[in-house]
T-cell receptor
Framework: QQPVQSPQAVILREGEDAVINCSSS?????VHWYRQKHGEAPVFLMI?????EQKGHDKISASFNEKKQQSSLYLTASQLSYSGTYFC????????????FGTGTLLAVQP | ETGVTQSPTHLIKTRGQQVTLRCSSQ?????VSWYQQALGQGPQFIFQ???????GRGNFPPRFSGLQFPNYSSELNVNALELDDSALYLC????????????FGSGTQLSVL
């Protein structure tokens, strides 16, 4: 039931775009995206709720298709600071903050 | 900086011992969740405390237990340590107990020998 992320790893040059996908076999209430740099805590990026909305923050945006139980994270004009491992966290119903995190996508942005 | 602090940062124990990890949540946050992150994996939910009560638990045995104090800080206790308990333990605080943005601490790296 762990969400599957693709690709597992991606290497970019500064200024290039990337898409990270997250797919779940279970019905989802929301999808949460976090970025974790090596040796550091995961940092919140955004939450997407049911409704297929697309959210954005600076040049990072995401979409959520609850019928397909999929979410995608879009990184536009990548910067060196975008490097890290990206995790999607899925939440079903229930009154907790329990997230089931995906397998992770390692993103490396090179100059 | 998330305002969530964990101690200690690193810990080495031997199999069978007991360990207590500590977490101070961000000011104003009443909910603390604990996650275990094995090397190269995503964090796995252990349990959550909301206003001093455990109100959600993941697939972890009873030897993983916790507490939340009136100031909303929290402890994670693990008894009878096993080699597979070696991992990064992350504490996350939030404003509420359901589907909220999580503020993670930097974690405690536990090694069991």
């Amino acid at each position: 039931q762990q969400p599957v992320q693709s690709p597992q790893a991606v290497i970019l040059r500064e200024g290039e775009d990337a898409v990270i996908n997250c797919s779940s076999s279970k019905a989802l209430y929301s999808v949460h995206w976090y970025r974790q740099k090596h040796g550091e805590a995961p940092v919140f990026l955004m939450i997407l709720l049911k409704g297929g909305e697309q959210k954005g923050h600076d040049k990072i945006s995401a979409s959520f298709n609850e019928k397909k139980q999929q979410s995608s994270l879009y990184l536009t004009a990548s910067q060196l600071s975008y490097s890290g491992t990206y995790f999607c966290g899925t939440k079903g119903g229930g009154a907790t903050n329990k997230l089931i995190f995906g397998t992770g996508t390692l993103l490396a942005v090179q100059p | 900086e998330t305002g969530v602090t964990q101690s200690p940062t690193h810990l080495i124990k031997t199999r069978g011992q007991q360990v207590t990890l500590r977490c101070s949540s961000q000011s104003g946050h009443n909910t603390v969740s604990w996650y275990q992150q094995a090397l190269g994996q995503g964090p796995q939910f252990i349990f959550q405390y909301y206003r001093e009560e455990e109100n959600g638990r993941g697939n972890f045995p009873p030897r993983f237990s916790g507490l939340q104090f009136p100031n909303y800080s929290s402890e994670l206790n693990v008894n009878a340590l096993e080699l597979d308990d070696s991992a990064l333990y992350l504490c996350a605080s939030s404003l509420g107990g359901s589907g909220e943005k999580l503020f993670f601490g930097s974690g405690t790296q536990l090694s069991v020998l």
